[in-house]
Nanobody, 123 residues
Framework: QVQLVESGGGLVQAGGSLRLSCAAS????????MGWFRQAPGKEREFLAS????????SYADSVKGRFTISRDNAKNTVYLQMNSLKPEDTAVYYC????????????????WGQGTQVTVSS
């Protein structure tokens, strides 16, 4: 089992920044990559970014490319999502997730999920 705990959400004005953290514990050695997702009210959960523990290769959704940056600290088993130039449409619950398979390109590949952290961007 892998446990994930997100933190860092909150209320921010449009144009502002937030950094989300996701601390992983448990059998983290069994995971290959971590991802960030979000879900806005009335919408489906959306992939944002992913990063592999080994090598650090990243992938981003077009909607956040250039504004959001995913990073990791292997020693702390922690993944971060730096969010800049936030917009009201970024308002959502943000989730981190852990993948255990070689290819982590789709939501179904992520086996473990955090409880989510609310991000609200005011206009």
């Amino acid at each position: 089992q892998v446990q994930l705990v997100e933190s860092g959400g909150g209320l921010v004005q449009a144009g502002g920044s937030l950094r989300l953290s996701c601390a992983a514990s448990g059998r983290t050695f069994s995971t290959t990559a971590m991802g960030w997702f979000r879900q806005a009210p009335g919408k489906e959960r959306e992939f944002l970014a992913s990063i592999r523990w080994s090598g650090g290769s990243t992938s981003y959704a077009d909607s956040v490319k250039g504004r959001f940056t995913i990073s990791r600290d292997n020693a702390k088993n922690t993944v971060y999502l730096q969010m800049n130039s936030l917009k009201p449409e970024d308002t959502a619950v943000y989730y981190c997730a852990a993948c255990r398979v070689p290819v982590c390109a789709a939501e179904y590949a992520y086996e473990y999920w955090g409880q989510g952290t609310q991000v609200t961007v005011s206009s």
